[in-house]
């Protein structure tokens, strides 16, 4: 059983001119993806009561993702104008204030079941936002020890103004992390965060040699690597597909690695320490299929489960 908390919001996405409304952001994406893959999962994030908000508590609810614990407001639906480039990367402008993901606080985090791992995906909103990107932080604190607990940090530039600066925010990721099990993070993530340091690698391990049991770091069309606490570091290759766009496809490699490791009955962070370089290299070749999948469809589409071992 997977919690994911974080934001949900509606993707104002481009499509022949206009924009097309689509449910999305990171952890929302994260829930959906592992809902589809056969995981029990549960959503932990404001939802509006609006059209829109109700748009994506159907989508959940028909990808079998448990809402209890899905508070909901009447402020609206946070939005973000997705903006492609020439090669299909997406850049995001986003609407936050006064919107239902934005609303979460303390008082809107209950215990979580026994057993469950907690995974937090940020976005829009960083470490910094008050009040709900600080009450992720403390939610992530409040269990660490207690479940296994991961993060995607997935940076935008928003999150920089949120904290003051990049330094600022990178000092609050670094805390939280610290005390962290599992961190899945992008190459240009760990560079924005860090432009200071040597290029992702350096902080990549930095992480691994200050905290976590592991460090899984994307690298788009590169492939992914495992870095582990005790030094090791296992590689894979990209997949090479046939790219309609690559929205959501961070998300679905988030999901494929949490969907194997439940999978697995890695419920905590000794288990997660123990694994051996194969079923490191298991693991990785697992998400990024989840995630090759996902770019030759258009938007944040992930894959059912029998559509990856098909």
């Known amino acids: ?8 919001l509606i993707d104002l996405a481009p499509r022949d001119g206009l924009l097309l ?7 929302y994406n994260v829930a959906v993806g592992l809902g589809r893959l056969g995981r029990d999962t549960l959503y932990l994030g404001g939802l509006s009561t609006d059209a829109f908000g109700q748009l994506m508590a159907e989508r959940l609810d ?3 993702v448990d809402l209890s614990l899905a508070p909901r407001f009447e402020g609206p639906s946070t939005l973000a104008v997705v903006h492609l480039d020439d090669e299909g990367r997406a850049t995001y402008g986003f609407y936050l204030d006064g919107t239902a993901a934005a609303s979460v606080d303390d008082a809107h985090l209950p215990a979580l079941p026994s057993g469950a791992a907690l995974h937090v995906s940020l976005g829009a909103i960083g470490f910094a936002h008050e009040p709900t990107g600080r009450a992720l932080a403390a939610l992530l604190r409040r269990e660490a020890g207690a479940r296994l607990t991961s993060l995607d940090p997935n940076v935008r ?5 949120q904290a003051g600066g990049v330094a600022p ?14 961190v899945k993070v ?11 340091l040597d290029g992702w690698h350096a902080v990549a391990r930095r992480w691994a040699d200050t905290g976590p049991a592991l460090i899984v770091v994307t690298r788009g069309p590169d492939g992914a690597v495992a870095l582990t606490a005790d030094g090791r570091e296992v590689p894979v290759p990209g997949e090479r597909v046939e790219v309609v766009d690559t929205v959501g496809a961070g998300d679905a ?9 439940d999978r697995e009955g890695i419920a905590d962070r000794a288990a997660l320490a123990a694994l051996d370089d194969v079923a490191l290299r298991s693991a990785l070749v697992h998400a990024r299929r989840v995630a090759a999948i996902t770019c030759t469809r258009a938007g944040s589409d992930p894959p059912r489960a029998d559509e990856v071992e098909g």
């Open 253 to 261: 490699f988030t999901s494929g690695l949490l969907d194997w490791l």
């Open 62 to 64: 028909a990808d079998g």
């Open 157 to 161: 530039p928003l999150v920089f103004e």
């Open 169 to 182: 925010y990178a000092g609050m990721v670094d805390e939280v992390v610290a005390g962290l099990d599992l």
């Open 186 to 196: 992008s190459d240009e993530d760990l560079e924005q965060l860090h432009p200071e």
């Open 1 to 8: 059983m997977i919690v994911v908390a974080g934001e949900a």
């Open 21 to 27: 409304p689509l449910a999305g952001g990171s952890p």
